[in-house]
């Protein structure tokens, strides 16, 4: 199943092989465009056979950047070199999403950070400014704004980033949102809610959401809490939910092989979403264990593949399946 085409609304995947966003905070000149890095970092992933790179976490305006290092797409000048990139892994025959992404409370960058309630992440990182309903309409906006510009330069796919103690993260978690407006309690979804119908009025392509399916704290959210979520986001459109963990508040993670793969499996078992499995998937046997027994859709790989650019031909070898070379190298395949 790993090297069968998958199809999302009017995109088709040559194989289920995703490569997982990764930050590389190379924007040496600090102003969140395309580098040189970037362009050869992604097309070699694209050669390596992956059937679907998902650009790292980029973000929706320079104040929710991670490190003044990250890629943005807070303005149009950002879209051309978006454009050279999705061009240059189109034509090696990939497809490539963007992760559309704010830092919240976990911002490095100078200036004002902000997020739903203005609790540090530890005592190491600065305390966040509460946002308000303008600065939540201000945000939600540059989503789309994003979303906008992720469309005019080429992408294929759309995930938003909701995990990992970012900003949509930090709505959505009642340790990082004591909120008691509309945006808090009962109505932590909202926020993300609002982002989703705010990029579908910009894009009809596939959209995917990435998420923490686990706080892995005794006050927050679990996997159970995640299935009304994702029940929430399939009623709203979303074609695909990436199933991450943990990382909104400091707590320490057993991490073994596949730990997350459980995560997937429940939401796509409870809500019929599709989901995308990752986290220490380092092996084509494993990847196709997780398919096969239908606990995710898609495999996500993301440090293997910064080890092995090849990795999807590691992974055909492995499991015995004959794995189309790009011309230039057949000779070596
Ligand atoms: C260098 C690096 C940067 C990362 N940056 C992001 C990111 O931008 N967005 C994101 O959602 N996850 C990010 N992650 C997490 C990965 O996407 C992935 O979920 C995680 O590494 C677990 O998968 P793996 O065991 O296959 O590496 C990053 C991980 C690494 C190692």
Redesign the pocket.
């Known amino acids: 199943m790993l090297f069968s085409p998958y199809t999302i609304r009017d995109v088709t995947l040559k194989n289920r092989i995703v490569m997982?966003?990764?930050?590389m905070y190379a924007c040496d000149r600090e102003d969140g465009t395309v580098h040189n890095w970037h362009l050869i970092h992604y097309a070699t992933r694209a050669v390596g056979q992956v059937g679907l790179i998902i650009v790292?976490?980029t973000a929706v305006t320079p104040q929710g950047r991670i490190s003044a290092r990250d890629l943005g797409i807070w303005s149009d000048d950002h879209i051309s070199g978006l454009r050279t990139l999705t061009t240059l892994v189109h034509e090696q025959g990939a497809k490539i999403g963007i992760?559309l992404a704010h830092a919240g409370r976990k911002a490095t960058v100078s200036g004002e950070i902000i997020a739903p309630s203005p609790i540090p992440f530890d005592d190491n990182m600065r305390t966040p400014k509460e946002m308000t309903k303008t600065e939540i309409e201000e945000t939600i906006h540059a989503f789309q704004q994003g979303a906008r510009r992720a469309k005019e330069a080429d992408f294929d796919v759309i995930e938003i980033?909701a995990?990992?103690g970012y900003l949509i993260n930090e709505f959505l978690s009642p340790l990082t949102n004591k909120r008691t407006d509309e945006y808090g309690g009962e109505d932590r979804y909202r926020f993300l809610g609002e982002v989703i119908e705010a990029i579908k009025e910009v894009w009809d392509g596939p959209l995917f959401v990435?998420i923490s399916a686990h706080d892995y704290h005794p006050d927050g959210l679990t996997v159970n809490d995640y299935i009304d979520y994702a029940q929430r986001m399939k009623a709203q459109g979303v074609d695909l939910i990436d199933v991450?963990s943990g990382a909104v508040v400091p707590a320490k993670i057993d991490a073994y092989p596949g730990y997350q793969v459980p995560f997937a499996e429940t939401i796509r078992r409870e809500t019929n979403v599709p989901t995308g499995a990752?986290?220490?998937?380092t092996s084509g046997l494993q990847a196709e264990e997780i398919l096969r027994n239908g606990r995710a859709d898609l495999v996500?790989?993301?440090?293997?593949l910064l080890r092995n650019p090849y990795w999807p031909k590691t992974a055909a070898n492995e499991l015995g399946i004959q794995l189309e070379a790009p011309k230039p190298y057949v000779r070596g395949w």
Do not use: K
């Not at 997982?20 to 930050?23: E, I, K, L, R």
């Not at 990752?278 to 998937?281: A, E, P």
């Open positions: 997982s966003p990764m930050c790292e976490a992760q980033h995990a990992h990435r991450s990752v986290g220490l998937i996500f790989i993301g440090r293997e």
